[in-house]
Structure formats: C-alpha cells, structure tokens
C-alpha cells in the first residue's frame, strides 16, 4: 500500500498517471520506470482476472501507487482488489448517491462500512493485519467515475456522500451517453464536463479524468483537475510503433 496516494488526492496534488490495459508486469514496470505518479489499473475493460491485477500490484510494490477500476461495483469486486492491496478503487458508472454510498460501504470495514475481512497480500499476509485494518479505512482511495448523463442529474448529491475521495470523469462514456462519442470538443459534453467539476470544487472532493493527450490533460490541470490518466499503455505502444513504421515507409 501507497497510504499518501489518498492524501495527495485528497490534498490536491496532481496526480498523472496512465492506464494499464494489459496484463503483463513487464508494460507495468515500463510505466512505473517513465514515472507516472499512479497506474489505474483496468479491469473493466481489460483482459484482467484478479491474479493478472495482483501481478501488476506486486510489481508496483511500494515505487508506485495503484487504483484498480473494478467490472463491476460489486462486493466480489471491490473486497478482492483491496484485498490484493490495490491503493484504490474506481467505480466505474456511478450514477445515484445511492450507489456511491454503497461502494463507500463495501470499501470500508466495519462500523463505517460492511467490508468483509479477508488476510492477504494487503495484510503482509496476516504479519501486518492489524496495522492495515487499523489504517485501511483512512488510507484506500475511494473513486467513482461520472460518466453517464444519469451520474451528471445527480452530481450534487453523490459528491455530498461522505467517503468518496475524488469523482473521475469517463469522457467517452459520458459523450456516447449524451450521443456524442468521444467528442470531447462538443460544447455540451465540454458543459457537463465543467458542470461535474464545478459540484467537486464546491463539495471539496478532487477530480479526475482520461484523457488520450498530453495538450488535453494540460488544459484539464489548467481547470483544477488533479487525477490525471493520460492514455493507455496500448496507445503509447501503437503511436510510437506507427511513427517508427511511418518515417521509414511514408
Ligand atoms: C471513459 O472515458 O468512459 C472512461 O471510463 C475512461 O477511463
Ligand atoms: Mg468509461
């Protein structure tokens, strides 16, 4: 466990970091060799099962913090990331106040939450189970994505939710939901963009959100946006090929 990844978050540092789409240690260790200040780990989209997750932890170790962005918001979920020792937790299609107090519940143990006690890699194994249930509660990052126009109606009330740490904006997500596909640049998707960040500013909770370019994220940081996940390990891949492959067969 990172324990000051939820204290920068929650301080206001900006935190750049990238996805990890592919379940191999080794694109993990590139990413973490570049610098990035965390890894958001996919499970949701990506090919991960829950050792492929625990693989991409255990080579970050303590070099870099991990938020895991679960399939589902579901108990199975939530209590086996945290359990494998994920430094947080994306929740992905965050749309009520509702759900958000219940994923806060499900990440906390007992009596804030409902979190089930498991002893594993987040535990040492069981040699530091009582310093990590002591701290866990204060130190595991609870993110939930806005990314639909349902979680945009109903922004004011999840970010009022106590326990949620930062609200992550899914741009593609919330264009197609607004039926504007990854138009980033279409003012009402730029608007309802605007209109999440502005309740987190107000209700004290950090922001964040993916976008596929340096010159995007530098414009969101200009906005007060600190989390911060620029592209994907693939894109970095299949850009830097492309343009290898381009100069020398134009
Ligand atoms: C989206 O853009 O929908 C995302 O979830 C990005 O992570
Ligand atoms: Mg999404």
């Known amino acids: 466990m990172n324990s000051n990844f939820r204290t920068g978050l929650k301080n206001g540092n900006v935190l750049i970091g990238t996805l990890i789409t592919m379940p191999v240690p080794e694109v993990a ?18 090919p991960f099962n829950a050792i492929d997750a625990l693989k991409i932890l ?21 209590k086996k990331a945290l359990d494998i020792g994920a430094d947080g937790i994306i929740a992905p299609q965050v749309n009520s106040a509702d759900e958000a107090e219940q994923i806060v519940r499900l990440c906390k143990y007992p009596p804030r939450g409902i979190r089930s006690v498991g002893i594993g890699r987040a535990h040492k194994y069981g040699l530091g189970f009582k310093e990590y249930v002591e701290k866990a509660n204060d130190s595991v ?80 940081i200009r906005q007060g946006f600190t989390l911060i996940a620029v592209s994907t390990d693939g894109l970095y891949m299949a850009l830097g090929a492309k343009k290898t492959l381009n100069s020398l067969k134009p």
Not at 29 to 46: C, P, Q, R, S, Y
Not at 179 to 193: C, F, W, Y
Not at 195 to 211: H, L
């Open 29 to 46: 260790e590139i990413m973490i060799e570049v610098g990035f200040d965390w890894l958001f780990v996919d499970t949701e989209h990506a």
């Open 58 to 78: 255990q080579t970050a170790g303590n070099r870099c913090p991990c938020a895991v962005r679960i399939p589902a918001n579901n108990e199975v979920w939530i």
């Open 141 to 220: 990052a609870v993110i939930l994505q806005a990314e639909n126009t349902n979680a945009l109606k109903n922004i004011s009330e999840i970010v009022q939710v106590p326990g949620v740490d930062a609200i992550f904006i899914g741009p593609y997500d919330l264009s197609a939901s607004m039926g504007k596909m990854g138009d980033l640049t279409d003012p009402d998707v730029r608007n309802a963009i605007a209109t999440i960040a502005e309740c987190c500013r107000n209700a004290g909770r950090s922001v964040g959100i993916f976008v596929d370019t340096a010159e995007t994220a530098a414009g969101f």
